[in-house]
């Protein structure tokens, strides 16, 4: 099992800054996801800035949510220095 995610941040545009539960921080990008039927209520960036944490991942609502494992998969570490 990966770790699962613990805290979000919505990053303009279609991007998402996810610390997850091993302390990484990666970024993940749902412009390819757009496509997808289930996926287009999040081309709308207001509502796609709603992120949240719930249950582990990312969720916007009680319909729309991503697979915590696909979020770790698909996402790029991010390597933060000491200043940001």
Known sequence: MNPRVVKVEYKSPYKLWIC???????????????QYPVYQPLQDETFCSKA??????????????????????ESETIELDENS
Do not use: E, G, H, M
Not at 20 to 34: G, H
């Open 20 to 34: 997850f539960s091993d302390n990484k921080i990666k970024q993940f990008d749902l412009s390819p996801y757009l």
């Open 52 to 73: 949240r944490v719930a249950f582990n991942t990312v969720v916007w609502n009680d319909s729309l949510d991503f697979d915590p494992d696909t979020l770790y998969l």
